[in-house]
């Protein structure tokens, strides 16, 4: 990670914890080419990444992200062929997000518009302060609200029905209805976000690392698979791939010693002491 030059974003590895914060807080942290270009290979490089178990998602200033930087933007592309590129470059981000093996933990401040919203849906966990709003920005700007995941994750989070209503008419779904909808699963002030995010870091790391990665991978083809039958059967799977690591033990030793597991930092490579 270090050796690629981030300029809007803040990368720093914390033992098994990647911490990463959009800081472009004079514009609201608004995705410009740059930004988007450095989300995509942060993201992508977490796939090779195994002894990083945890990602935290933050962002500088009063905002989380204000969307697409529209300073950038004065009207249509030349043609199609380079629009859909451009449009390709930007959601590759949150494919990727859903596609590491990392949980993402993403604290979410003030506005999450446009695509914004669509970091902090493809999150697996979100934290808010009590100030914080998402939108479907998109479509107060001429375009359709279904961009960058949004229509996917929303629907499946709150319903069709609750979808419509945002989706439509790009309303906020301000902090209490976005906790009250399953969107948040804490809201807190301003001054407790990062210590809320924390908590969710350590009860995740207290998870073996292969454990961690399997249960993400799962509950993403869950939502999605045909029935019961194939969830149960990939279930089956990740308990048989668990059982025979070394870490499964280790696991039980410090559940009946009342103790913090030391679990392997990489899946396959002896304890460190």
Same mark, same amino acid.
């Given at each position: 990670?270090?050796?690629?030059?981030?300029?809007?974003?803040?990368?720093?590895?914390?033992?098994?914890?990647?911490?990463?914060?959009?800081?472009?807080?004079?514009?609201?942290?608004?995705?410009n080419d740059?930004?988007?270009?450095?989300?995509?290979?942060?993201?992508?490089?977490?796939?090779?990444?195994?002894?990083?178990?945890? @990602?935290?998602? /933050? $962002?500088?200033g009063?905002?989380?992200?204000?969307? &697409?930087?529209?300073?950038? +933007?004065?009207?249509?592309? =030349?043609?199609?062929?380079?629009?859909?590129?451009?449009?390709?470059?930007?959601s590759?981000?949150?494919?990727?997000?859903?596609?590491?093996?990392?949980?993402?933990?993403?604290? @979410?401040q003030g /506005? $999450?518009?446009?695509?914004?919203?669509?970091?902090? &849906?493809?999150?697996?966990? +979100?934290?808010?302060?009590? =100030?914080?709003r998402?939108?479907?920005?998109?479509?107060?700007?001429?375009?359709?609200?279904?961009?960058?995941?949004?229509?996917?994750?929303?629907?499946?989070?709150?319903?069709?029905?609750?979808?419509s209503?945002?989706?439509?008419?790009?309303?906020?779904?301000?902090?209490?209805?976005? +906790?009250?909808?399953?969107?948040?699963?804490?809201?807190?002030?301003?001054?407790?976000?990062?210590?809320?995010?924390?908590?969710?870091?350590?009860?995740?790391?207290?998870?073996?690392?292969?454990?961690?990665?399997?249960?993400?991978?799962?509950?993403?083809?869950?939502?999605?698979?045909?029935?019961?039958?194939?969830?149960?059967?990939?279930?089956?799977?990740?308990?048989?791939?668990?059982?025979?690591s070394?870490?499964?033990?280790?696991?039980?030793?410090?559940?009946?010693?009342?103790r913090?597991?030391?679990?392997?930092?990489?899946?396959?490579?002896?304890?460190?002491?």
């Amino acid at each position: 990670m270090s050796e690629y030059d981030y300029k809007h974003l803040l990368v720093v590895e914390d033992g098994p914890i990647l911490r990463v914060t959009l800081n472009r807080p004079e514009i609201h942290n608004a995705l410009n080419d740059r930004l988007v270009d450095e989300l995509n290979h942060m993201f992508t490089l977490l796939h090779s990444r195994a002894d990083l178990r945890v @990602v935290v998602l /933050a $962002a500088n200033g009063r905002n989380f992200c204000a969307g &697409l930087d529209l300073t950038e +933007r004065t009207g249509a592309l =030349a043609d199609t062929g380079t629009a859909i590129v451009e449009q390709r470059r930007i959601s590759r981000i949150v494919l990727s997000m859903r596609s590491c093996p990392q949980p993402i933990v993403a604290l @979410v401040q003030g /506005a $999450a518009s446009g695509g914004g919203m669509a970091l902090a &849906l493809a999150a697996d966990v +979100r934290v808010a302060t009590s =100030a914080a709003r998402m939108n479907a920005a998109f479509i107060r700007v001429g375009l359709s609200a279904c961009d960058i995941g949004v229509s996917y994750f929303l629907p499946r989070m709150v319903g069709a029905s609750v979808a419509s209503e945002y989706m439509l008419t790009g309303r906020f779904i301000d902090a209490e209805r976005g +906790r009250h909808l399953g969107l948040f699963a804490r809201v807190v002030e301003p001054d407790q976000l990062s210590a809320e995010g924390e908590s969710f870091v350590r009860d995740m790391l207290h998870a073996t690392p292969l454990g961690l990665r399997l249960t993400k991978e799962a509950l993403k083809h869950a939502i999605d698979a045909p029935g019961l039958e194939a969830v149960i059967a990939l279930e089956d799977r990740n308990q048989v791939l668990c059982a025979q690591s070394s870490d499964f033990a280790e696991g039980i030793a410090a559940f009946r010693e009342k103790r913090v597991p030391r679990y392997d930092t990489v899946p396959g490579v002896a304890h460190r002491g």
